[in-house]
C-alpha cells in the first residue's frame, strides 16, 4: 500500500516586522484505499477577516491532493 501525506498552512503575512501568523492547517493523506482531506481553523477571527485568501490557499492545496491522486491512479 501506497500512502502520501500532505501538510500546508495559510497564514497571514508578515507586516511591519510582525510574524506571519497561521489562519488554518491543510492535511490530507492519499492511498490505495482512498483519500481523507481536511481543513482546520486555528484563528476564527482571522479566517473571517481572511476568507477569500483562506479559500484561494484551500482551493490551491485541493489541486495539489488532485496531483498526487492522479499520479497515483497512473502507477
Do not use: C, H, W
Not at 492519499?30 to 483519500?35: E, F, R
Amino acid at each position: 500500500t501506497k500512502s502520501v501525506a500532505i501538510n500546508a498552512t495559510s497564514t497571514t503575512v508578515e507586516t511591519d516586522g510582525v510574524a506571519p501568523t497561521i489562519i488554518a492547517y491543510f492535511n490530507a493523506n492519499v492511498s490505495d484505499t482512498g483519500t481523507t482531506n481536511n481543513m482546520n481553523i486555528q484563528n476564527q477571527a482571522l479566517y473571517d477577516a481572511n476568507k477569500a485568501q483562506v479559500r484561494k490557499d484551500k482551493a490551491d492545496f485541493d489541486n495539489a491532493v488532485y496531483a498526487v491522486e492522479d499520479e497515483q491512479a497512473s502507477v
